[in-house]
C-alpha cells in the first residue's frame, strides 16, 4: 500500500527510501518552518507542526498495514556511507522492522494526539510556535532514534532526543526550577549516555568498526567477540555500558533523579516525552540490542528494572503532586519492562512498552487537562471533580485500571506477560527470587497510588473552592486525544479479546499484534503454570491495593496521617525520596564543587603562580602536604614566581653598582685575582 | 717615497677625517654658523667614507712599517665608524644637550675619536694600538663630560676617566710583558714567539687577563662592565649612543684581532681557531658571556631611567656578541660583525628617540614616554621596532643577527650557553616591551603635546627604521658584505 | 748572586710600583690622589718597556713606547684635571665618595 | 585571463600578503575616516577569503603531497627559501583563518578608538596566521609564527580589558619563551642536516638529520636521548601555543583581557597553531620520538580534557574575587578542554583519531569564534561578562539565546553539530590504543555539558532580571558574523565530509609516516 | 755587586719610598710632593737602563709638567688640611690585599718565566738620534697620532674647563 502509494506520486524514486525520508523529515520541516517563521503564521504555525506529524502518523499507519500483511519476517534496510575515510568508514541509514514500525505507530500516534491536545494546552503561551518548534524536532529525533540502523546513527539522535527533552522541560524556563530541571535531566542523561558512548567504543574496537545492528549481532553469534577486562568479559562490559544509556534515558536507579523533576516542562510534553516515548528509549534500545545482551548483563538489567520498579513505586505513595506520581509511576513502569527484558521476555517487555505508551500518556494528559482546570499540580487542592470534567473522569479511570493491571484492560495483558516470565525465570533460577518478587510488589504499590490519585482527584470534597468553581471540562483538541488514547488502553485493542487474555482473541495470531510482530517464530514457550501463578499474584496484589486505597483515600476509615505516623521513619524515607537526590547533591554535586573550587584554586595559585610564576619544586610539594591553599603562609611563600623571582634578582643584582667608582675597579681586580686564584688551584 | 704615498693613500680615511677635524674649527671661527660647521663634518666624513671605499681596491697589505693592516676587516670597521659618526653628528644636531656654540667643538671630539677608533682597527702593533685605544678612551672621557654644568656629565666623564686609565694601565702592564716575552711590538710575531714557546699556562693567563681588562672595558664585558651604566646614564644622549656603538664595536674588533692573532691560532681546517695550548680563553670568554647578558639584563629590569636601561641592554647586548666570539670559527666573527651592524641601527635608534623625548622632556625618564603612540605614532612606532629588534623579534634585523649567533653556538655544539642565551632573550623582552608598554599600552594625558620633529630627525628616523626592518626582511647583501670582510689576517 | 741586577730586579720594581698605584687608585679618596695613583702605573709600565728593550727586544722599540706612555699620561693628566676642576666648581668637591649620584 | 592565471599561480601568495596590501592602504588613509578604514580592511580580508575558496576549489583532494607550491630562494647563503604550499592539512587551517578574519572585521566594529592602528595590527595578524600556515621553510614558519606575537600584544594590550597590560605581556612572554625553544630546535636541525636546509619537507626525509652524539659538562647525551630532547624542546614550543597543560596559564587571562575580535582570533586560530605545528613539524621530522612520545602526549591530552572542564565548571561555582564567574574566561578554560582532544587524536596514530583530531581543530575554530562572539554581543550591551550577573535573558533576546545555545550545545558535542563528529572520531580512534585514557576522557563530555548547560541556565534561563528589560537583541551586523559559523556549524554536523575530504588523504600519508616509526 | 747594582737599589728606593708615601700617606699634599722623589727614582732607573733620553724626557715631563699640575690641582682645592682630605684607613685594607695577591702573582711570574734575554752588549749612547730616527720611520705614524691625542686632549681639556 505504502509502496504503491509513493510509486505514484514519486515514481522516480525509491519508494521505501522516499517514505522513510518524508516519516522522518516532515516533522523536522514543521521544525524549521516553526523556528524561523512560526510566530508570524496563521495562528502561531500550529498547524504546521499538526499536519506534519499528521503526515508522518499517516505514513507509519500505512506501513504497519502493510508490515500485518506482509508478516513478521519483514525487513527493509538502506544506508549511505556518511564518512568516508581510509580504512574507516561510518554509515548512515535505515533500518526498518516490526520492532522500528511498532515503534514508529506509537512515536506517531502518541505525538500527533499530544500535538493536538497543546494545541489547546498551551494555546495562552507567549512561546506558542516555539513550543510546537520543539514537539516536531523532538518528534524528528525520536524517529530518527527508531531508524536509525547502526548504534552510532542511533547515539545521534538519542542525545539529539535529550536536546529536546532539555528544551521543553526547560520551556518555561522564567521558572528557576524548570531551567534547574531541563539542565538535570540533560546531564544526568548524559552520564548515562557516556556509559553508552564507551559501549560503543568497546563494541567498535572489538569488532573492527563494526556498528551495524544485524553485524554486530553475527559477529557475536560467531563468537568473535572475544577479550576480558578485569575478568568480565568484554561482552557483558559493553552491555552493560549500552545499558547504561538507558539506563540514564528511561530513568532507571540510580539516575532516575532526572524524570520527576522533568515534570516541570508543560504537562503534554510530560505525556509525550516523559511518558511514552522517549523514555522508552532505553527499553526499545535495550530490546533492539537484544541478541547482544550476554545473560549476565542480561541478569543486570533485570536487578536494575525490577529494583527501579519497586523503588519508584514506593516514592509515589507519598506524593502530593499528581504529575509527580504519575512521573514516579511511569520509572516504576519502565523498571517493569526493563526486568521483563532482563529476564528474556523480549516480547512482554516491548509490548508493555506499547500498551504503556497509550496509557501513560492518557493519564498524563488526563492530568494536564486536570493541571489545566484547576491551575494547581496538588493533589491535596482537588477533589471531587467527577462531575466537572466527565470526560477526563472517565479516560483517567480507563487508564488507571489499564496501569493497574486490571483484567479488560491493556495493562494487565502486557504486565502480566513479564511478571509471567519473570516468575518463570525465578522458577528456573531461584537465586534471583527477588526480581519477581520486586515485580509483584512494585504492582501492588502501583494499584494503591494509582487508586490513591484518583480518589484524591476525583472524589470526595472539593478541598480548594476557588479553584473548584473555575473548574471546568476540557475543549475538544485536548479531550479527543484522550478518548482515544483511553480506547487504546483497552485489552482488546491489543488481544483482540475483551479480557485481555491473548488464548481467548476473536481474530486468529494477527488480532494479538504486538505478540504476532514481535515473537521469534522459535522462541519456546514458558511453562503456563507460571504464567497462571503470576495471574493471580498480581491480581491479588492489585486488588490489595486497590482496597487500601479505597479505605483509606475514599472511607477513609484508615487515617492517612496515622499511617504516616506509625511509620514515620519510612514516610519520611518516601517523602525525601529515599534521599536520592539529598545523596547526589552531598555525594556528586558537593564534592564536584569542591573538586572544581579546588582545582580552579589550583591553577590560580600554583600552576599559574608557582610553576610558571614560581619556582615550584620547593613549594609545591609544601603546598600539596598542607592541602590547604588558602594557607596564609604558603600563599605569601608562593605568590612570587619565577617572574617575580627573576625581577626580585634583578632588583638585587643592580645594587651591585653602587655609584663609587672604586668600588667598581674593585669587582674588576677582584675578578682577575679571583680567576687567576681559581686557576692556580685547578 | 713612493711607499709614503701608498702609505698616506691608504690612510687616506683618516686623514680626511684629520683634515676635517681641522676645517671644522676653521669654518666655525670665520662663519660663527652652525649649520656650516654641521655640514663641513658631514661631508668630511663623507669624503672619508668615499676614501674608505676608494682604497678597497689595493690589496689586503701592511702599511706604515708594519704599524697598520689594510685588510677588509679593518676597512668595513672604518666604514662602520663613520657611518656611525655620521649618524652622531645627525642626532646632535639641535640636540638640547649639545649646546648651540659648541657644536664646532663636539664634532671635533668626536672626530678624533673617529680617527682613533679607525686606525686601532687597523693596528697591527702594540704601540699603535696602544696609542690609538688612549686616543679613543682620551677624547671621549672629554666628550662624555660635554654637559660641564651638568654634574651627572661630569660625573661620567671622571668615573670614564678613572676606570679607563686603570684599564689602560692594567692593559699596558699586560702588554708589557707581552713584549718582555717575545722581544717584540707586532703582534704576528709575538704570536709567533708565544706559539712555539713553552709558557707557564698560569703566566700566559695573567697576560691574557690583564690584557683583557683593557678590551673588557671597552667592550664593556663582566666584571668590567661597571662603568658602562653610569657613563652611558650621564653622558649627553648623543655621546652616549656612540658610546654604545662606535667605540664598543672597535673594542670588539681589536678584541678579535688581538685574540685571534696574538692568543689563538688556526687550526688547520679554513676558517677555524685553535687557542694557545693550555690557555682556554674560549671558556673563560663564554663564562663571562653567559655572566655578561644575564646581568645586563636582570639590571635592566628595574631601571627608571631609559638611557640607563639601554645602557644596560647595551651591555647585555656584548654578552651576545662574545657568543661568537668564543666559538673560535669564522660563523661565529661574521656573527659579531653582522650583529654589530644591526646592533648599530638598533640600538642608536633607541637611543635616538630617547634623545628625541628628552628635547622636550629635559630627562630620559620611561615615564616621559607614556602615551607617545598616540601623541607622536611615528616616533613611537619606531622606537617599539628598535624595542622588538633589540629583543630579538622577526621580522626585525635583531633576530636575524641572534640567529646566526645562535647557529654558530649550535655549530659548535655550546649549547648551554644558547639556553642562558635565549632565556636572556624572554628576560629582556620583559623590559623593552616596558617602554613599549608606555608608549602604547598608556593613554596620553591630555596635556601632551605630539613632539615637534624638524625634518631632518624624521629623516634621521627614517634612515634607522628601515634597515632595521630591511635587514630583517632581506640581509643576504648584509651578510655577503660581512663575511667578505672577515679577511683580518695578512700572513707576513 | 742574587743581589746582581738583572732584568728580574727591574720588573720586580715596577711590580711593586703598579701593586701601589693600583692600590692608590683604589684606595685613595680625593681624586687628585688617584691621579696620582694613575701616574704610578704609567710609571712602572714605563719601566718595564724600557728593561724589556734593553734586556730582550735589544732595539728601541721599547724605549719609544715608554715614550708615548709619556705623552698619554701627560693628556690623561690634562683632561682628567680638567675634569676635576668642572667638578670641584659645581659639587666644591673632590672627593670621589661624593661622587655616586649615578648608581644602580 | 592571464591574470587569473597569474593569481592562480601565486594562489598561497596572494592569499597570504593580501591582508598587508590591506594594511599598505590602511596606512595611507586618514586616521579620522574610521568607517573607511574598516571597510578597506573587511574588502582586503574578504578578497584574501575568496582566494582561499578559490584554493578549495581547485584543490586536488585525492593529493597527499603538496599543491600550490611556490618555491624562491630568499637567503641562499643560509639556505632559506620563500616556500610555501598547501596540502590537506594547512587548507582547513587557511580556510578558517581567513574566514574568521573576515568576519572579525565585523566584531571589530565596537572598537572606536585607535581604529587604524587596530586595523592595521589585525590585518598584520592575519597574514602572519596565514603565513604560518603555509611555510614549508622552517625560518619561514618561525618569521611568521613570531610576526603573530607582535600584534597580538598591542591587540590585547591597547584594546584589551581592565588587566590588559598584564596579560598581553604574560602573552608575550610565554609564547617568546616557547618560540626561543623552538629556534634552537630549528637551528640544530638546520646544521644536522646534510646537506644543511631548513626544507620542512627535506628534513622530513629518513636520513637526512645525522645527529650526533652530544656531551655538556660531562652528560653525555647519545644521539637517541638527543632527538627527544630536541622533540621537547620542539614540543614544549608548540605546547604552550596549544596550549597543553602545565603551559596553559597565559590563555584564560589573555582570552578574558583581549576585545572579542582578538579572542575570536585566539581560540579559533593561534590556538591551531600549537597543534598545527606538532603535526607539520614535530610529526614528521622526529616520528620515532613522536611515537615514543605519544602516550605522554594523550596523557596530556587527558588532563587539558579534564582539567580543562573543571576549570571552566570552577566558574561557575568560584565567586569572582577568586577568579572565578566569568563567562569568557569559562569559554577559554573550554578551548582548554577541546584542545585536549585534538592532542588525543593526534597522539593515538589511527585514521580516525588523526582525521578527528584535525577536524576537530577546524570545529573547535568555528564553535567557540562563535561563542567568543556571542559573548562580545552582549558585553558590547552591558560591559560585563559576569555569569552571575545576567538571568532571564531567553526572555529579552530569544534569537540570541538560540544562538548562544546552538554554540554552546555545538561546543559540548551535541551530535548533529560539528563538534561531535571530531570528538567521536577522536574516541573512536583512540579507544583502540588506549581505552583507559579515552574512557577517563569520557568523563570531560558530561563536565562539558555540566557547565556549559549551568552557564546558559544562569544567563538566560529564569526571571528576567530587570536591569535588562531593554537589552537589544542582536542586530544586523552581529548575525552577519554568527550565522556564516552557525550554518557550518550545523552544515558539517550532518555532512563532514567536504572538510574530511580535504584532509584525509595528507593525513592519511602523514600516518603511514607514523606508523613506520 | 757593582756600582751599578748600587744605584739600582738606591734608584729603587728612591722610587719606592716616596710612591709609598704617595699612596699611603693621609694628606694629600705629602703625597703629591712625596711623587716628586719617585718620578726622579724613575728617571733614574732609567739611566741605569740606557736609556738616557727617555730618563730626560721623564723628568721633564713628569716633574716638569705632570707633577706641577697635579700639585695645582691640590692648591686649587680649598681645605688641602681639612679632614675632608683626610683618608680612613679601613678603606685601605681591601685594596692592600688584592694588591698583595696581585703582587704575588706578578713576582712569580716574573721569577718563574724563561725571559729570553738576549742582551750582549750595551746599547750605546746616547739615544736620541737613534730614537728620532725612529720616530720619523718606523715610528711615524704613532707620531703622528700622538700629535692627534695631544691636540684633542688639549681642546678637551680647554672646553671642560672653560666656564661659560
Not at chain 1, 483511553?486 to 495470531?509: N, V
Not at chain 4, 577568586?322 to 577559554?332: C, E, H, P, Q, V
Request: glycine share 8%; with cysteine; charged share 10%.
Amino acid at each position: 500500500m505504502l509502496e504503491s502509494l509513493f510509486l505514484k506520486f514519486l515514481p522516480s524514486l525509491d519508494p521505501m527510501t522516499s517514505a522513510m525520508v518524508m516519516l522522518l523529515g516532515m516533522p523536522l520541516l514543521g521544525f524549521v518552518i516553526q523556528i524561523f517563521i512560526g510566530k508570524r503564521l496563521f495562528r502561531g504555525g500550529d498547524w504546521v507542526s499538526v499536519g506534519t506529524i499528521f503526515v508522518s502518523f499517516a505514513l507509519s499507519v500505512l506501513l504497519f498495514i502493510d508490515l500485518l500483511s506482509s508478516g513478521p519476517q519483514f525487513q527493509w534496510t538502506t544506508s549511505w556511507t556518511w564518512i568516508d575515510l581510509p580504512h574507516f568508514q561510518l554509515t548512515m541509514g535505515i533500518l526498518v522492522d516490526p520492532v522500528t514500525i511498532l515503534m514508529l505507530l506509537v512515536i506517531t500516534t502518541v505525538s500527533f494526539l499530544v500535538f493536538l491536545y497543546s494545541i489547546g494546552y498551551m494555546h495562552e503561551d507567549p512561546r506558542y510556535s516555539r513550543y510546537f518548534a520543539y514537539l516536531s524536532f523532538f518528534s524528528f529525533s525520536m524517529i530518527g532514534l527508531v531508524l536509525a540502523d547502526n548504534l552510532f546513527a542511533l547515539y545521534i539522535f538519542w542525545e539529539l532526543v535529550g536536546l529536546a527533552s532539555y528544551l521543553l522541560i526547560s520551556f518555561w524556563f522564567e521558572k528557576p526550577e524548570a531551567a534547574e530541571a531541563g539542565k538535570k535531566a540533560f546531564i544526568v542523561t548524559r552520564i548515562g549516555d557516556v556509559g553508552m558512548f564507551i559501549g560503543i567504543l568497546i563494541i567498535f574496537f572489538e569488532t573492527n568498526g563494526l556498528l551495524h545492528f544485524d553485524s554486530i549481532f553475527s559477529y557475536v553469534a560467531k563468537g568473535q567477540f572475544g577479550g576480558e577486562f578485569l575478568g568480565i568479559s568484554l561482552l557483558t562490559l559493553a552491555g552493560i555500558c549500552i545499558f547504561l544509556g538507558a539506563v540514564g534515558k528511561s530513568a532507571q536507579f540510580p539516575l532516575h533523579i532526572w524524570l520527576p523533576d522533568a515534570m516541570e516542562g508543560p504537562t503534554p510534553v510530560s505525556a509525550l516525552i516523559h511518558a511514552a516515548t522517549m523514555v522508552a528509549a532505553g527499553v526499545y534500545l535495550v530490546t533492539r540490542m537484544f541478541p547482544f545482551f550476554t545473560p549476565e548483563a542480561r541478569t543486570v538489567i533485570a536487578y536494575t528494572g525490577s529494583f527501579t520498579a519497586i523503588f519508584a513505586a514506593t516514592m509515589a505513595l507519598t506524593h502530593n503532586d499528581i504529575k509527580k506520581v504519575l512521573a514516579y509511576s511511569t520509572i516504576s513502569q519502565l523498571g517493569i519492562m526493563m526486568m521483563g527484558l532482563g529476564v528474556g521476555a523480549y516480547v512482554a517487555g516491548f509490548f508493555h512498552l506499547v500498551t504503556h505508551a497509550a496509557f501513560k500518556a492518557c493519564l498524563f494528559l488526563c492530568a494536564g487537562s486536570v493541571i489545566h482546570a484547576l491551575h494547581t499540580q496538588d493533589m491535596r487542592e482537588m477533589g471531587g471533580i467527577r462531575k466537572k470534567m466527565p470526560i477526563t473522569f472517565t479516560t483517567m479511570g480507563v487508564a488507571t485500571l489499564a496501569l493497574s493491571g486490571i483484567p479488560f484492560f491493556s495493562g494487565f495483558v502486557s504486565k502480566d506477560l513479564i511478571l509471567g516470565e519473570s516468575l518463570s525465570f525465578a522458577m528456573e533460577n531461584p537465586s534471583h527470587f527477588l526480581i519477581p518478587l520486586f515485580g509483584f510488589l512494585s504492582t501492588g504499590l502501583t494499584a494503591f497510588y494509582m487508586f490513591r490519585l484518583i480518589f484524591m482527584t476525583f472524589y470526595g470534597e472539593p478541598r480548594d473552592s476557588k479553584k473548584f468553581d473555575h473548574a471546568h471540562e476540557s475543549p475538544w483538541v485536548m479531550t479527543l486525544p484522550l478518548i482515544i488514547l483511553s480506547l487504546c488502553s483497552l485489552a482488546i485493542f491489543f488481544t483482540g479479546s475483551p479480557l485481555g487474555l491473548g488464548e481467548l482473541s476473536l481474530w486468529g495470531e494477527k488480532s494479538q499484534w504486538v505478540k504476532y510482530l514481535l515473537e521469534p517464530p522459535s522462541s519456546s514457550e514458558h511453562p503456563t503454570s507460571a504464567h497462571l501463578y503470576a495471574l493471580i499474584l498480581s491480581l491479588t496484589m492489585a486488588g490489595c491495593g486497590i482496597l487500601f486505597a479505597y479505605l483509606i483515600y475514599y472511607k477513609q476509615t484508615l487515617s492517612s496521617e496515622k499511617i504516616a505516623e506509625k511509620f514515620k521513619c519510612i514516610y519520611k524515607t518516601l517523602t525525601h525520596l529515599y534521599w536520592i537526590d539529598e545523596l547526589y547533591e552531598w555525594a556528586v554535586i558537593h564534592n564536584l564543587l569542591r573538586l572544581n573550587t579546588l582545582l580552579a584554586h589550583f591553577d590560580n595559585r600554583v600552576i599559574d603562580q608557582v610553576l610558571v610564576d614560581g619556582w615550584a619544586p620547593i613549594t609545591i610539594s609544601t603546598s600539596t602536604n598542607s592541602g590547604d591553599f588558602d594557607n596564609r603562609a604558603i600563599d605569601q611563600m608562593l605568590v612570587d614566581g619565577t617572574g617575580k623571582v627573576v625581577r626580585a634578582s634583578g632588583k638585587e643584582v643592580r645594587k651591585i653598582q653602587t655609584g663609587k667608582i672604586q668600588q667598581y675597579l674593585l669587582v674588576g681586580l677582584g675578578a682577575v685575582c679571583g680567576i687567576l686564584i681559581l686557576l692556580t688551584l685547578v | 717615497m713612493e711607499s709614503l704615498s701608498l702609505n698616506l693613500a691608504l690612510y687616506s680615511p683618516e686623514i680626511i677625517l684629520s683634515i676635517t677635524l681641522g676645517f671644522v674649527l676653521i669654518v666655525q671661527m670665520i662663519s660663527q654658523s652652525r649649520l656650516f660647521t654641521f655640514l663641513t663634518a658631514l661631508v668630511g666624513l663623507m669624503v672619508s667614507a668615499g676614501a674608505t671605499l676608494a682604497i678597497k681596491s689595493f690589496s689586503p697589505q701592511f702599511f706604515f712599517a708594519n704599524q697598520l693592516s689594510h685588510d677588509p676587516f679593518s676597512l668595513f670597521f672604518k666604514l662602520f665608524f663613520i657611518i656611525a659618526t655620521f649618524f652622531t653628528f645627525l642626532f646632535s644636531y639641535r640636540s638640547y644637550e649639545i649646546d648651540e656654540e659648541r657644536g664646532a667643538e663636539f664634532y671635533l671630539l668626536t672626530l678624533a675619536v673617529t680617527i682613533g677608533m679607525c686606525t686601532l682597527v687597523a693596528s697591527i702593533n702594540l704601540l699603535t694600538l696602544y696609542l690609538s685605544l688612549e686616543l679613543v678612551s682620551i677624547v671621549s672621557y672629554a666628550l662624555a663630560g660635554f654637559r660641564k654644568e651638568h654634574p651627572a656629565s661630569n660625573e661620567a666623564a671622571i668615573k670614564y676617566l678613572l676606570y679607563g686609565a686603570f684599564a689602560s694601565g692594567t692593559m699596558l702592564w699586560g702588554l708589557s710583558l707581552l713584549y718582555g716575552f717575545t722581544g717584540s711590538l707586532n703582534i704576528y710575531s709575538i704570536n709567533a714567539t708565544l706559539s712555539t714557546a713553552s709558557l707557564n699556562p698560569l703566566a700566559l693567563y695573567s697576560m691574557v687577563l690583564m690584557v683583557l681588562f683593557g678590551f673588557g672595558f671597552k667592550i664593556t664585558s663582566v666584571p668590567f662592565h661597571m662603568w658602562a651604566p653610569d657613563v652611558y646614564h650621564g653622558a649627553p644622549t648623543p655621546t652616549a649612543a656612540f658610546f654604545t656603538v662606535a667605540p664598543k664595536a672597535a673594542g670588539f674588533a681589536i678584541f678579535i684581532r688581538f685574540f685571534y692573532s696574538v692568543f689563538a691560532n688556526n687550526s688547520g681546517l679554513p676558517d677555524q681557531w685553535i687557542t694557545l695550548p693550555h690557555v682556554d680563553w674560549a671558556f673563560l670568554m663564554a663564562i663571562l658571556s653567559a655572566v655578561t647578558m644575564t646581568l645586563g639584563n636582570l639590571s635592566a629590569l628595574w631601571q627608571k631611567n631609559a638611557k640607563r636601561m639601554l645602557a644596560y641592554s647595551s651591555i647585555a647586548h656584548a654578552g651576545y656578541m662574545l657568543m661568537g666570539f668564543i666559538v673560535l670559527s669564522k660563523e661565529g666573527l661574521v656573527s659579531i660583525l653582522f650583529y654589530l651592524v644591526v646592533y648599530f641601527f638598533m640600538n642608536f635608534g633607541a637611543f635616538f628617540v630617547v634623545g628625541l623625548l628628552a628635547n622636550k622632556t629635559k630627562n630620559e625618564d620611561i615615564s616621559g614616554f607614556k602615551g607617545l603612540g598616540w601623541t607622536s605614532p611615528l616616533v613611537a612606532f619606531s622606537m617599539a621596532v628598535f624595542l622588538f629588534s633589540l629583543t630579538g623579534i622577526p621580522p626585525f634585523a635583531g633576530f636575524i643577527g641572534k640567529v646566526y649567533l645562535f647557529s654558530a653556538l649550535v655549530q659548535k655544539e655550546i649549547y648551554w650557553l644558547l639556553v642562558v642565551a635565549i632565556l636572556n632573550t624572554v628576560i629582556s623582552l620583559y623590559y623593552y616591551t616596558y617602554i613599549v608598554r608606555e608608549m602604547f599600552l598608556v593613554k596620553p594625558v591630555n596635556s601632551d603635546k605630539a613632539l615637534v620633529l624638524s625634518p631632518l630627525h624624521v629623516f634621521t628616523l627614517i634612515l634607522l627604521v628601515i634597515p632595521t626592518f630591511i635587514f630583517g626582511l632581506y640581509w643576504e647583501p648584509l651578510f655577503k658584505y660581512v663575511s667578505n670582510s672577515l679577511q683580518f689576517i695578512v700572513i707576513p | 748572586m742574587m743581589f746582581a741586577v738583572d732584568l728580574r730586579h727591574y720588573l720586580v720594581l715596577s711590580a711593586i710600583l703598579f701593586v701601589l698605584g693600583i692600590i692608590g687608585i683604589l684606595s685613595r679618596k680625593n681624586s687628585v690622589g688617584i691621579l696620582m695613583g694613575i701616574e704610578l702605573v704609567m710609571n712602572s709600565a714605563g719601566i718595564n718597556f724600557v728593561a724589556f728593550s734593553k734586556y730582550v727586544a735589544a732595539d728601541l722599540s721599547g724605549q719609544i713606547f715608554a715614550l708615548f706612555i709619556f705623552v698619554i699620561a701627560a693628556s690623561e693628566v690634562v683632561i682628567a684635571l680638567a675634569i676635576i676642576l668642572r667638578i670641584y666648581q659645581n659639587k666644591t668637591t673632590v672627593d670621589i665618595e661624593d661622587i655616586k649620584d649615578l648608581k644602580c | 585571463m592571464t591574470y587569473l592565471g597569474f593569481i592562480r599561480e601565486h594562489l598561497l601568495t596572494w592569499i597570504v600578503f593580501l591582508p598587508v596590501v590591506g594594511m599598505a592602504v590602511v596606512l595611507f588613509l586618514p586616521k579620522e575616516k574610521a568607517g573607511l578604514i574598516r571597510w578597506t580592511s573587511a574588502f582586503f580580508t574578504l578578497l584574501s577569503f575568496l582566494a582561499s575558496l578559490e584554493l578549495c576549489w581547485a584543490f586536488d583532494r585525492s593529493e597527499a603531497g603538496l599543491q600550490f607550491v611556490e618555491k624562491m630562494a630568499w637567503i641562499p647563503t643560509f639556505n632559506i627559501h620563500y616556500y610555501v604550499g598547501c596540502d590537506g592539512l594547512s587548507i582547513t587551517m587557511i580556510l578558517l583563518t581567513t574566514l574568521l578574519s573576515f568576519l572579525c572585521i565585523f566584531a571589530s566594529w565596537s572598537i572606536k578608538e585607535g581604529v587604524k592602528g587596530y586595523f592595521l595590527m589585525f590585518l598584520l595578524l592575519e597574514a602572519g596566521m596565514l603565513g604560518v600556515f603555509v611555510s614549508l621553510d622552517f625560518f619561514l614558519f618561525y618569521v611568521f609564527w613570531e610576526l603573530m606575537l607582535l600584534p597580538m600584544y598591542f591587540l590585547i594590550g591597547i584594546w584589551g580589558g581592565p588587566k590588559k597590560e598584564y596579560a598581553a605581556i604574560k602573552f608575550f612572554l610565554y609564547t617568546l619563551f616557547g618560540s626561543v625553544l623552538m629556534l634552537v630546535v630549528m637551528l640544530a636541525f638546520y646544521f644536522y642536516s646534510e646537506p644543511h636546509t631548513f626544507d620542512l619537507l627535506e628534513l622530513a626525509r629518513p636520513q637526512i638529520l645525522k645527529i650526533k652524539d652530544l656531551n655538556i659538562f660531562g652528560i653525555a647525551l647519545t644521539i637517541v636521548e638527543f632527538r627527544r630532547v630536541l622533540f621537547i624542546l620542539l614540543f614544549i614550543g608548540f605546547a604552550i601555543k596549544v596550549p597543553i597543560f602545565p603551559f596553559h596559564t597565559w590563555l584564560p587571562l589573555a582570552h578574558v583581557e583581549a576585545p572579542t575580535p582578538v579572542s575570536v582570533i585566539l581560540a579559533g586560530v593561534l590556538l591551531k597553531m600549537g597543534a598545527y605545528g606538532l603535526l607539520r613539524i614535530s610529526f614528521p621530522i622526529l616520528p620515532q620520538e613522536t611515537y615514543w612520545f605519544s602516550y605522554a602526549l594523550a596523557l596530556l591530552g587527558l588532563v587539558n580534557i579534564i582539567y580543562g572542564a573543571f576549570c571552566a565548571m570552577a566558574q561557575i561555582t568560584l565567586p569572582q574575587d577568586r577568579g572565578g564567574n566569568d563567562w569568557k574566561k569559562l569559554i577559554a578554560y573550554s578551548s582548554i578542554n577541546h584542545m585536549g582532544y585534538v592532542l588525543l587524536g593526534m597522539a593515538v596514530f589511527t585514521t580516525e583519531g588523526i582525521n578527528g583530531a584535525v577536524f576537530q581543530m577546524f570545529n573547535h575554530g568555528l564553535t567557540t569564534a562563535m561563542l567568543f562572539l556571542l559573548v562580545g554581543v552582549v558585553y558590547d550591551r552591558v560591559h560585563h561578562r559576569k555569569l552571575d550577573g545576567f538571568g532571564g535573558l531567553g526572555v529579552q533576546v530569544p534569537i540570541y539565546t538560540g544562538l548562544v545555545a546552538l554554540a554552546s550545545f555545538a561546543s559540548l558535542g551535541l551530535p548533529g553539530l560539528s563538534s561531535f563528529i571530531s570528538e567521536a572520531l577522536v574516541f573512536l580512534g583512540s579507544f583502540k590504543v588506549y581505552p583507559s585514557i579515552t574512557i577517563l576522557a569520557t568523563l570531560g563530555i558530561v563536565i562539558n555539558a555540566a557547565f556549559f548547560l549551568w552557564a546558559l541556565q544562569k544567563i538566560f534561563l529564569g526571571p528576567l532580571n530587570a536591569q535588562y528589560k531593554n537589552l537589544a537583541e542582536v542586530n544586523f551586523r552581529e548575525l552577519f558574523t554568527l550565522v556564516p559559523l552557525s550554518v557550518l556549524i550545523l552544515f558539517f554536523g550532518v555532512y563532514p565530509m567536504p572538510v574530511l575530504n580535504l584532509m584525509k588523504a595528507t593525513l592519511d600519508r602523514l600516518l603511514t609516516l607514523l606508523q613506520a616509526a | 755587586m757593582t756600582a751599578q747594582d748600587v744605584f739600582f737599589y738606591i734608584f729603587a728606593l728612591i722610587t719606592l719610598v716616596p710612591a709609598f708615601v704617595c699612596v699611603f700617606h693621609p694628606n694629600i699634599l705629602y703625597a703629591g710632593l712625596s711623587l716628586f722623589g719617585s718620578f726622579f727614582g724613575v728617571a733614574g732607573i732609567y739611566v741605569l737602563l740606557g736609556a738616557d733620553f727617555i730618563a730626560a724626557t721623564q723628568v721633564l715631563i713628569y716633574v716638569g709638567g705632570i707633577l706641577v699640575l697635579i700639585l695645582f690641582a691640590v692648591m686649587l682645592s680649598k681645605n688641602i688640611y681639612g679632614a675632608k682630605f683626610q683618608d680612613e684607613k679601613k678603606k685601605k685594607i681591601l685594596p692592600g690585599l688584592l694588591g698583595l695577591i696581585l703582587l704575588g702573582f706578578l713576582v712569580k711570574f716574573i721569577l718563574t718565566t724563561p725571559w729570553n734575554m738576549t742582551l750582549t752588549d750595551e746599547a750605546p749612547l746616547p739615544t736620541v738620534s737613534r730614537l728620532g730616527d725612529l720616530l720619523l720611520t718606523d715610528y711615524l705614524l704613532p707620531f703622528e697620532l700622538a700629535s692627534i691625542l695631544l691636540l684633542a686632549a688639549l681642546i678637551g681639556a680647554i672646553i671642560l674647563a672653560r666656564s661659560k
